[in-house]
């Protein structure tokens, strides 16, 4: 695991957390699911495989905002992720997943 990936940024206070909330969109059916994702482990959507590896939230005295570094594969694809990097809640459009077919955002850590 490369460990400079998962930092964030050191001017903002953020905790870790142990668990993700995600927003799961299927484009084909217009189906909106959440998912709930432990830290290290795997969740799944559809034909995606969804591991958090970190999750932090902002601190109380902060403005609201989470952030989750996602390792997402599709099982009709090779082994290669279709996306490894942070999800900012409140910034979803900075770095998102390009699927022709799903669509995941985070929605808060705790």
Not at 67 to 76: K, M, Y
Not at 79 to 84: L, N
Not at 90 to 110: A, F, K, Q, T, W
């Amino acid at each position: 695991m490369v460990l400079l990936l998962l930092s964030l940024p050191a001017a903002a206070d953020w905790v870790p957390a142990r668990r993700a909330q995600l927003q799961a969109l299927d484009k084909v059916t217009a189906r909106v699911t959440v998912v709930e994702a432990t830290v290290g482990q795997d969740a799944r959507f559809q034909t995606l495989t969804i591991r958090v590896v970190a999750c932090h939230a902002r601190s109380a005295d902060e403005v609201p905002d989470a952030a989750a570094f996602l390792e997402i594969r599709d099982s009709r694809r090779d082994a290669t992720p279709v996306f490894r990097g942070w999800m900012f809640a409140n910034s979803p459009g900075v770095n998102m997943l390009e699927h022709p077919v799903y669509d995941i955002r985070v929605l808060e850590c705790r």
